[in-house]
């Protein structure tokens, strides 16, 4: 048992009462999350429950509930040596464990089964990063609780604009406040809606209201002693997100009223997938490096924004940027990680080796589970992680079999909140036009523009988008990923980044051209991007579409040829080879010519060094039919 | 400000059909000022000398009449209408198409407000906002009043107005009575917009600043009739879709080619590091929000505001008139209560008892009448021992003898025979009763 210290029993319900629940109740770091309690992984070397335990006692919490549904042991074993339980602390931490617990429900009715809740108490997640201050916050639903007599819940919601990065999963809802008392009207999730409806009823109550689509919950809430009764009386409520349903679907049954309160300008964030906490440490993180104790570097290392555990060896050379590793790690001679990769305990790699950028490798096969796509238990390829590595990859983008495919790329899209967005757009159009013009007769209607919250993006934002995508084409194409997956990787990347259509295309243009050999000469260039254009021929077809995208197209290829004099003198094949696979159309690329006639430089010089394609293309375009195309092969030779 | 300032007087006061049958919306009398002068002066202290005002034929002579009376400093560029043409707003706004040389300043003719226009101009010019509206937390205490001549409580119109509080930018403004059950918006107007307040207590004081290639927008558009109902919340929608190309075929273009922009904002926006709330959208609403603490603003242009506005009367004109304005409100104070008014020419009888009330020029009100929270307009006749109590009579109507009037409307030319008890009703022509 966790070493319980005496309970002062006083029965002064007026000490506030926490509740940490360990377990998410969800698999979200396999394999990783198999060997040991997610509260326990590093963040910057420190628990992940260390946060919420401070958090807890800055709030002044007397009594502290840590509910443990799987690996209990552990995290008893950390508890017992942590500073928590050593006589100074101002924390009484109580370990309840329950291996029946199926889910958060199950924990708040197990919690009032065991009648431990009295007072007013804090929901943390175990999970979650912050330096928000709670005190005001749980004053201020005191305060409330005395106003309003309904009042059982006050939930904290941060601000995070759509399609940041630090919006998980199921973190697509709307939100609707009172203005004034914050009082929680309506929540709906949004993941295929085109619109939201209010009922008109609550504006009979309220004089204004908040319509959020801003915010997140982190998971915290302050409670008051109704809700775990209100957990034990309603079977059915899973998860917190039930019980605000059920309590706004019954308000006037029950009479139980919840309100918001919001955070803009402190942290909190939990680390509820990967995703999420390569992004977590990162914001964290910037331009630093932390490095745990017994660990060792050797000479000619370069390491920028990461966080190496405790016990690892670093050998020569060694060049880590934007890596996690988590302990006991040795990084062999002359390795590269890069890019958020993370590196589970005992991880062992290289020497001489480039890991693919934001690799997930754990020391244990992941588990032989069949919900998660079984991977293959093997070790990876000794190409990937070294000659000498020791680890197995966790992928998620790796699809082993055909059916499961779509439902991996829709918990991609899921990570990112994105899946219903393409949706929302599909469905946006065949909808659109169904309140055409009353007012105006020229026949226009709404089309919705995808790139209505196309923000100006600062360049800083166009740059680090262009380094990812071009990183994970290089990837790709090496490793053979399929196209469609790809494609979501750059549409994830441009949401990240809030990058415009047009941007997209150009860069994506540029980005896959500069993926061809580094050489001088043309024809040895075109040999290796031709073969490189088949591949990624689907990323074309998906982004240049219409003659905007065409011309976005051909503004890319020109920006690489002005850069790169070989590629200018293959540029006339680039657009031929473009031309026939229907990416580019004659209307586009004589526009494209048009365009710089006038112009002089370097500008001028690739038109002329695409002349005799646009005098064919011309030619062609007055014979019409009668044209073969078959000619244009013997015109490519006479540029170099 | 380079505005130019557009008065639309033209309004048949469709909402109050009882008052308006021969007294036109813009002369109904608020203690004994006509509803008009209250915006005419508003313009004249922002600082406009000429104002653009647009009304029926027979209005023309009474407004000049009133620039003479009260002194006003204003240069009247009057248009007309034939008086029986149902016309809409916008459609008046039409009229004084070649006259718009600046954006425009449109202000209905039954608005009475201190609020400082400039404050509206300033969000105008900031946002280079196509449209700005002002917006005023709603009147009324409560939502159900009851007024004269009406057996029920009237349910007051109200507005659904959203706004992304961080920019001011209209999201929406519709009636509530454009929804069904529920409001809706739509998700990708919360992608831009990821916080937006929806108030259901602000009206449309209808005070709106138009960029000037709004008006030949509107002449291309012809069958927008309403500003309130029908422009406004097509420049609202539209600011959220893409504009369409020019259909060769189709009559008037597309509002997105008809955007005009002002070389000297543009090349300032250029080079500011002012950055755009609209994320260089060209159209654009913006809406002010008149605050507790910026005076006040009433629109009368229901039954329910007329009546309001006039019991109200020394608490709220204060606010707006200056002292010498206030000293017009001529008060019979040896005889009735100070919260009297009594017009010119209007003489009253022996033992008259008269509370709270307002009595036009010219009526004759003979001895012994009790008349209490009352608005009596101009030439009624009022014979001995009639009660009047919190009614409305129009002018040229008659009361005979010992009548007792009670919660009711007494149209224009009516006569309420002697004796008679009239207690809530509408007495008018009969062909006007169906309208009610």
Redesign the interface.
């Known amino acids: 048992m966790a070493p319980v210290s005496g309970h002062v029993g006083n029965g002064d319900f007026t000490d506030l009462q926490a509740v940490i629940v360990t377990d998410s109740f969800r698999d979200d770091f396999p394999p990783l999350s198999a060997s040991g309690p997610k509260v326990l992984f590093p963040i910057i070397n420190t628990a992940l429950l260390e946060y919420p335990l401070h958090q807890a006692s800055l709030a002044g919490v007397k009594e502290c509930f840590v509910f443990c549904h799987s690996h209990s042991e552990a995290i008893k074993e950390y508890l017992r040596s942590s500073k928590w339980t050593r006589k100074s602390s101002s924390l009484e931490i109580k370990v309840i464990c329950s291996e029946d617990a199926r889910s958060m429900g199950d924990a708040f009715r197990d919690l009032d089964a065991k009648a431990l809740l009295q007072t007013h108490f804090i929901i943390l997640p175990g999970d979650f990063v912050s330096n928000v201050n709670l005190l005001p916050i749980v004053e201020e639903h005191k305060e409330r609780c005395k106003k309003d007599r309904g009042a059982v819940l006050t939930v904290v919601y941060r601000k995070v604009p759509p399609g940041h990065p630090a919006r998980g999963r199921a973190n697509e809802y709307v939100v609707a406040l009172d203005s004034i008392s914050k009082r929680i009207l309506f929540c709906e999730e949004v993941q295929h809606e085109n619109q939201v409806h209010l009922p008109l009823s609550l504006f009979d109550s309220s004089t204004s209201i908040d319509i959020h689509y801003d915010l997140v919950s982190p998971g915290i809430y302050i409670c008051s002693p109704a809700i775990p009764p209100l957990y034990s009386d309603n079977f059915d409520f899973q998860c917190h997100d039930d019980l605000m349903h059920g309590l706004l679907d019954n308000e006037e049954i029950l009479g139980n009223t919840m309100y918001g309160h919001i955070i803009s300008d402190q942290y909190c964030a939990a680390v509820s997938s990967p995703f999420a906490y390569d992004f977590i440490r990162r914001s964290q993180l910037v331009g630093n490096v932390v490095i745990g104790e017994g660990t060792s570097i050797s000479d000619d290392c370069v390491i920028t924004d990461s966080v190496i555990g405790p016990n690892c060896i670093i050998e020569m050379g060694v060049h880590l940027s934007r890596a996690y590793l988590w302990g006991n790690n040795i990084i062999q001679a002359n390795t590269r990680v890069t890019g958020g990769s993370l590196l589970g305990d005992g991880v062992t790699v290289g020497p001489d080796i480039s890991l693919p950028p934001g690799i997930h490798l754990a020391s244990q096969p992941p588990p032989d589970d069949v919900e998660f796509g079984s991977p293959p238990p093997e070790p990876p390829a000794k190409e990937v992680i070294g000659v000498d590595g020791k680890a197995f990859v966790w992928e998620r983008c790796e699809a082993s079999s055909d059916e499961e495919e779509d439902e991996k790329e829709e918990m991609i899209e899921e990570d990112w909140g994105i899946g219903w967005r393409r949706k929302h757009e599909e469905s946006e159009e065949s909808s659109e036009g169904e309140d055409k013009s009353e007012t105006d007769g020229s026949g226009d209607e709404d089309d919705e523009d995808a790139e209505l919250s196309g923000v100006m993006a600062a360049s800083d934002d166009l740059k680090a988008f262009y380094r990812e995508i071009e990183e994970s084409l290089r990837m790709g194409v090496i490793e053979k990923v399929s196209c469609e997956n790809l494609i979501l990787e750059i549409n994830s990347s441009k949401y990240a980044y809030n990058v415009s259509m047009k941007e997209l295309c150009i860069l994506v243009t540029r980005a896959i051209v500069s993926l061809s050999a580094d050489t001088e000469d043309p024809s040895a260039l075109l040999a290796s991007l031709l073969p490189l254009l088949t591949q990624l021929l689907p990323l074309f077809q998906q982004y240049i579409k219409g003659k905007e995208s065409q011309l976005d197209c051909l503004a890319g290829l020109e920006e690489h040829a002005r850069e790169h004099p070989a590629f200018a003198l293959a540029f006339m094949r680039v657009l031929n080879f473009l031309y026939d696979k229907d990416i580019l159309a004659e209307e586009a690329i004589l526009e494209w010519n048009a365009s710089g006639v006038t112009l002089e430089g370097s500008a001028a010089e690739i038109r002329k060094k695409v002349e005799p394609f646009i005098k064919w293309l011309k030619e062609a375009d007055e014979e019409s039919d009668s044209d073969g195309t078959g000619d244009e092969e013997e015109e490519d030779g006479d540029d170099d | 400000m380079d505005l130019q300032a557009v008065i639309l007087a033209g309004g048949k006061g469709s909402r109050m059909t009882e008052l308006t049958r021969n007294r036109s919306k813009a002369l109904l009398p608020v203690g004994n000022f006509p509803l008009i002068y209250f915006p005419m002066k508003m313009l004249q202290n922002a600082g406009f000398d000429e104002v653009i005002v647009i009304c029926q034929e027979s209005l023309k002579g009474p407004l000049e009449s009133l620039l003479k009376k009260f002194s006003l400093r204003l240069n009247l560029d009057v248009i007309t209408i034939p008086d029986d043409d149902e016309m809409g707003t916008a459609d008046a706004l039409r009229l004084a198409g070649d006259r718009i040389k600046e954006d425009l300043l449109v202000v209905s003719c039954d608005v009475i407000t201190d609020f400082e226009i400039q404050r509206l101009w300033e969000l105008h010019k900031l946002n280079e906002s196509s449209l700005t509206a002002l917006l005023s937390p709603?009147p009324y205490p409560t939502r159900k009043v009851l007024v004269p001549g009406h057996k029920s409580k009237q349910i007051l119109e109200?507005d659904?107005v959203?706004i992304d509080?961080g920019t001011n930018q209209l999201i929406m403004l519709a009636s509530?009575a454009d929804?069904e059950?529920?409001?809706?918006?739509?998700?990708?107007?919360?992608?831009?917009h990821?916080?937006?307040?929806?108030?259901?207590?602000l009206t449309d004081a209808h005070v709106y600043i138009l960029k000037k290639w709004l008006i030949p927008f509107l002449s291309d558009?012809s069958?927008?009739s309403m500003l309130k109902g029908?422009v406004i919340?097509?420049i609202v929608?539209k600011q959220?879709?893409?504009?369409?190309k020019q259909?060769p075929k189709?009559?008037?273009?597309?509002i997105g080619e008809c955007i005009e922009e002002d070389e000297e904002s543009k090349l300032v926006m250029d080079r500011s590091a002012w950055s755009?709330p609209c994320?260089?959208r060209k159209l654009r609403a913006f809406a002010r929000i008149r605050g507790a603490d910026e005076g006040f603003c009433f629109r009368v242009n229901t039954l329910t505001a007329f009546t309001h506005v006039n019991s109200q009367l020394f608490d709220l004109l204060p606010k707006v008139l200056s002292a010498d304005e206030l000293s017009l409100l001529k008060t019979n104070q040896s005889r009735s209560s100070p919260r009297c008014v009594i017009g010119d020419g209007t003489n009253l009888g022996e033992r008259c008892d008269v509370k709270g009330s307002i009595v036009g020029d010219h009526c004759q009100i003979g001895a012994k009448v009790t008349i209490s929270n009352c608005i009596i307009m101009d030439h009624v006749i009022i014979n001995e021992g009639c009660v009047l109590v919190g009614s409305i009579i129009c002018d040229k109507a008659c009361i005979e003898e010992n009548a007792e009037v009670r919660d009711s409307i007494v149209g224009s030319r009516q006569t309420i025979s002697a004796k008679a008890k009239v207690n809530r009703e509408v007495i008018s022509v009969a062909d006007s009763l169906l309208e009610i």
């Open positions: 709603f109200r659904l959203a509080p509530e929804f059950e529920s409001f809706s918006l739509k998700m990708s107007i919360l992608e831009g990821p916080h937006v307040r929806v108030f259901s207590n558009h069958n927008m029908e919340p097509y929608k959220f879709s893409s504009f369409t259909n189709a009559k008037a273009k597309d755009d994320q260089g």
